[in-house]
Every structure is written in C-alpha cells, then in structure tokens.
T-cell receptor
Framework: DTGVSQDPRHKITKRGQNVTFRCDPI?????LYWYRQTLGQGPEFLTY????????KSRLLSDRFSAERPKGSFSTLEIQRTEQGDSAMYLC??????????????FGPGTRLTVT | KNEVEQSPQNLTAQEGEFITINCSYS?????LHWLQQHPGGGIVSLFM???GKKKHGRLIATINIQEKHSSLHITASHPRDSAVYIC?????????FGTGTSLTVIP
C-alpha cells in the first residue's frame, strides 16, 4: 500500500499522559499536514511541513503540542499532559508541491484519541 | 474570515434520487475541493476545481467563481454513497474545510 499511513489508529489515554502519533506520507510527497477533527466538524488545520521544515502552525497548536519531521519523511505529533478536550481524530495528509502535480491532499486513516 | 459554508448539514434520500450539496465561500481561492469521508475517518478526494465543471461516474462538481459557490451532484444515488461530503477551499498553502454534509441513501 503506497498511501498515507498513520499509527496508531486508536489511542485511549488518561488525562495528564503524553501521547505520540506517527504519520508516514506518500513517499514522493514533500508536504505533510496535520489536522484535528472533532465530531460533526470538518478538519481543522494544525501545522504543515515542507520537507523537514515546519512552515506554519495554527493557534490551535498550544504549547502542549509539538510536531516534527526530522528527515523530511515520516512525521510525529506529540501531545503532552493530555486534556479531555484533546479527544478528537488526528488526521495526516500529504501532497506534492504545486507545479509538481495537482495540488491535492491525500489523507491517512486518522488516529482517534480518547482522553479519559 | 476563512469560512466555508455547506448546505444542507444532513440529507436523507431514497435510492435513485438526484442529490445536490452546496458550498459557498467568502474569499478568493486557488481551488475548491470536494472530499468524501466514510465512517471510521478515511477521507478521499473526489474533485479539485478551479473553474467550470468536472464529472466522474455519477458524481458531478460545478463551480461559479464569480458567485463563490460550488455544488456537488450525485445522480442515481445508491446506499454506498452514504458518507459525509466535505467542501474545502485552498488559499495559499492551506486547506479550509466546511463542516460537511452527512448523506444517507436509503434502499
């Protein structure tokens, strides 16, 4: 399978614990995006990378959230000291740069986080 | 504002019906996207539009740039079309998503 993959698919954690999610984009894609989606809402932008550089972060991304893409391939999203309000689906997407093909995003299956 | 508005929020149709989902936005765009999300979370891109109309099988997407409005049509709807349909605009490097239209097609 050459699509976007995310791990784990589900995570249940207790409030106050740290969690880390992984995203593996389509291999030739140099842009990688993280989104958060709560029930009944569309995805909300969190951050995006172009290769290994984190180019933009949403104000939604509090100090407890950090994302990395150390070698420009896979990315991790860490949430420290989780809160119940962090419960959501965390989606990863990748794309190629405009000019290198259609600027569509390809989404992973998401990681559903439940904070108890 | 970055709003993308969709209507209706929920839609129930009988199998075979013609379905229309609407999307409006308020700022200039690079492109307008229609996406499909099935239960469990996976999102699939259906269309990317910057003008005119596109067709893929029973799905048709149109956009009117002047009116900042797009529609997604499904002809001869089928229960397997049941999903959430999300409209998103791209401006610059970011995607801005609507809240989705939940479609249920009853056999």
């Amino acid at each position: 399978d050459t699509g976007v993959s995310q791990d784990p698919r589900h995570k249940i954690t207790k409030r106050g614990q740290n969690v880390t999610f992984r995203c593996d984009p389509i291999s030739e894609h140099n842009r990688l995006y993280w989104y958060r989606q709560t029930l009944g809402q569309g995805p909300e932008f969190l951050t995006y990378f172009q290769n290994e550089a984190q180019l933009e972060k949403s104000r939604l991304l509090s100090d407890r959230f950090s994302a990395e893409r150390p070698k420009g391939s896979f990315s991790t999203l860490e949430i420290q000291r989780t809160e119940q309000g962090d419960s959501a689906m965390y989606l990863c997407a990748s794309s190629s740069l405009p000019g290198q093909g259609p600027y569509e995003q390809y989404f992973g299956p998401g990681t559903r986080l439940t904070v108890t | 504002k970055n709003e993308v508005e969709q209507s209706p929020q929920n839609l129930t149709a009988q199998e075979g019906e013609f379905i229309t989902i609407n999307c409006s936005y308020s700022v200039g765009i690079s492109a307008l996207h229609w996406l499909q999300q099935h239960p469990g979370g996976g999102i699939v891109s259906l269309f990317m539009l910057s003008s005119g109309k596109k067709k893929h099988g029973r799905l048709i997407a149109t956009i009117n740039i002047q009116e900042k409005h797009s529609s997604l049509h499904i002809t001869a709807s089928h229960p397997r079309d049941s999903a959430v349909y999300i409209c998103a605009r791209t401006t610059g490097n970011q995607f801005y998503f609507g809240t989705g239209t939940s479609l249920t097609v009853i056999p």
